[in-house]
């Protein structure tokens, strides 16, 4: 028996550490799509390696505005690596195209159809059969400053904004995830985070993004103190008093929770590059952290009563901004694999692996053969007719057995009208005889006459 024996939840590797606080002047270079889907191939623990990656829809990643043929490269690229797609990010702060959620109107409008885009490609992804399960990560794209100003308005706004946002999705058959993290105003702490959830009030289509890192920060109150969840002070020496104030966070969250982010935090924040000063993503082997990784996630994979919720088909990696010959080392990757699998260990479960549709196959060969009937003229020689013209007689019979009797059936009820009624009669009486087609087809055409007569 495998040392590892649940298979679920799938084990995803973000894409945007390698574009998150990179690229810009003075910070270090993008790691290109392909380099972080090598890394994350290649990573490989006790026999097991990641099944799928989240992605970043933005430059030089993915273009959102990227053509259905690109996407189907990307999405070959992918899967060519034995991975898939899970959640995406929609790129929907103003310097990636979009605009602040309780900024004016056309701040809002390109909030929106960032998000418009971002499902188009998410429910193209799922079309070709590249994104078997994942959600559109969004956030309020605005600072914690400018909403200060007028918090109930600004509120107003962004949960205008994100129901807008959730008609779009809904139109693509896609749920939105707000990711709570203290640098957006509106979702700086886990109350302002819950009711904002529960202003838009969509639940079905709009949820929370958990990431154990920035929600390590919301019991500690950064940027909103009078949310703090730990005594000012606390000394982190004291393990009962964080998980209980862990215990209280995720009792309020957890089931607003869609989608969820395993990682580390040294209960320090920090920013690099564009990015603004954040949550402090640790490496998975910092002696730093302050999560116990593996227990801390099950207060969001489990629910009050200890039992496994089985609420997400993949949890993600998510660490941002470490330096790229950090990122570079193989080590890293397989360091950071350990504990997701550590993770699923301790909280996962185990299913079937799904049947293969094979079925479709033999029958798309079969069909081709029939194609090619002078093949089986010999082997239908013995029927009772010596003429060669026999052979395919059976052969029709036996592929459509309903089609000639239905379609005479047809035309004689078109010519006396006075007659048809009693057909119909009759069929309906002998519908309970074999369940074939025809007593179906023939109220549709009493249906049809009945019409013709009004008219």
């Not at 959640?87 to 309780?102: C, D, I, K, L």
């Not at 008609?167 to 819950?194: P, T, Y």
């Not at 033999?362 to 003229?377: C, D, G, S, T, W």
Request: aromatic share 6%; hydrophobic share 40%; charged share 30%.
């Amino acid at each position: 028996m495998s040392i590892h024996p649940n298979n679920h939840p799938k084990l995803h590797n973000a894409m945007w550490p390698g574009l998150v606080g990179k690229g810009s002047p003075g910070a270090e270079p993008f790691l290109s799509l392909d380099t972080m889907l090598d890394l994350t191939a290649k990573a490989e623990v006790d026999g097991l390696k990641f099944e799928g990656v989240d992605i970043f829809l933005y430059e030089p990643h993915l273009n959102i505005d990227i053509s259905d043929d690109d996407l189907k490269r990307v999405a070959d690229k992918i899967r060519s690596r034995g991975l898939v797609v899970g959640s995406v990010v929609a790129p929907v702060w103003p310097p990636t195209g979009g605009g602040s959620a309780m900024g004016s109107v056309e701040d809002r409008m390109r909030f929106v159809e960032q998000v418009r885009k971002a499902c188009r490609i998410g429910s193209t992804l799922r079309t070709l059969g590249a994104r078997p399960h994942g959600v559109v990560r969004i956030d309020s794209a605005c600072s914690v400053e400018e909403w200060s100003k007028d918090p109930e308005g600004n509120t107003r706004l962004i949960a205008k904004t994100f129901a807008e946002a959730c008609d779009v999705a809904e139109s693509f058959g896609e749920r939105l995830a707000a990711e709570g993290e203290i640098c957006w105003g509106g979702m700086h702490s886990w109350r302002e985070m819950v009711k904002l959830l529960e202003r838009v009030g969509r639940p079905k289509t709009l949820g929370f993004q958990a990431d154990m890192a920035h929600t390590l920060l919301y019991t500690l109150g950064y940027n909103a103190p009078q949310d703090s969840l730990v005594p000012k002070g606390y000394d982190w020496k004291d393990e009962v008093v964080l998980q209980e104030a862990l215990r209280e966070l995720t009792a309020a969250l957890r089931p607003w929770t869609l989608d969820f982010h395993v990682a580390q935090n040294d209960g320090t924040v920090k920013g690099s590059g564009s990015h603004d000063k954040t949550g402090h993503h640790c490496l998975a082997t910092d002696p730093n952290g302050k999560l116990d990784v593996s227990h801390d996630a099950g207060h969001w994979l489990r629910d009050e009563k200890g039992q496994i919720t089985k609420m997400f088909r993949h949890i993600c990696w998510d660490g941002c901004m470490f330096p790229n010959e950090v990122m570079m080392k193989q080590q890293t990757w397989n360091d950071i694999l350990a504990v997701m699998i550590a993770v699923r260990d301790a909280h996962g479960w185990r299913e079937a692996a799904a049947r293969k549709p094979a079925a479709p196959k033999p029958v798309v060969e079969v069909v081709a053969r029939k194609a090619r009937e002078p093949v089986m003229a010999k082997p239908a020689a013995p029927a009772p007719t010596p003429k060669p013209v026999a052979p395919p007689k059976p052969v029709k019979k036996a592929a459509q057995p309903a089609l000639p009797k239905a379609a005479p059936r047809k035309k004689a009820l078109k010519k006396p009208r006075a007659i048809a009624a009693k057909p119909v009669k009759k069929a309906r009486k002998l519908k309970v005889t074999k369940g074939t087609k025809k007593p179906v087809k023939k109220p549709a055409v009493k249906k049809l006459r009945k019409q013709g007569k009004r008219k």
